[in-house]
């Protein structure tokens, strides 16, 4: 029987945990985005710099960066996640500027997003026809985190139904209804 010291068996288990990180990192970054791209029905995740126009000249680095995106060779659409701070007024208005944009040079057909379901509708909201009140309930939305960057951009461009949720009803009605009670119960 040989019996270690608690160093040797401490130095032991560090290199075995870091060769294990070493085998995970190779096979996700590596191997996996080649399986990615012959299993079928899997949408291979495409590099930033692939691709070129969208990552690095249409999108201002202060508004933004996009680091990956998904491509669907069936539909050739390209989907392109946005990371945000949720509650966060300034970054909600930068997603709001990113959409715009791509709007503009590419035509968004829809905005999906989390945290909703079915088509949202925000026509009660860009109907609003006084403009300085119209801003200051916008802003007052933004900034108490009750209003999101894709909807604060659906309203400034009259795209009422743009934005489609991609929640199961069911499971956001009851999580919206435990939001609620969170709120009221935000003093205690």
């Known amino acids: 029987m040989i019996k270690f010291n608690k160093k040797t068996q401490i130095t032991s288990f560090k290199k075995h945990i870091a060769v294990f990180t070493v085998i995970c990192f190779i096979f996700t970054t590596v191997v996996g985005q080649g399986y990615a791209g012959i299993i079928p029905g899997v949408v291979p995740v495409v590099n930033s710099a692939a691709l070129g126009e969208i990552a690095n000249k249409v999108i201002p680095f202060n508004i933004g960066k996009i680091t990956d995106a998904l491509y669907s060779g069936k539909s050739g659409s390209i989907v392109i996640n946005i990371q945000d701070l949720h509650s966060h007024a300034e970054t ?97």
């Open 92 to 188: 909600q208005k930068n997603i709001s500027t990113i959409l715009e944009i791509l709007d503009k040079k590419y035509g968004l057909e829809r905005v999906y997003v989390e945290g909703a379901y079915g088509e949202v509708n925000t026509k009660w909201l860009s109907g609003v026809k006084d403009k300085k009140i119209k801003e200051e309930i916008l802003n007052n939305m933004l900034e108490s985190g009750r209003l999101t960057g894709s909807e604060y951009y659906a309203v400034e461009s009259g795209r009422e139904r743009v934005i489609e949720g991609i929640e199961d009803k069911k499971i956001y009605v009851d999580n919206l209804k435990r939001l609620n009670e969170i709120y009221k119960k935000k003093q205690e």
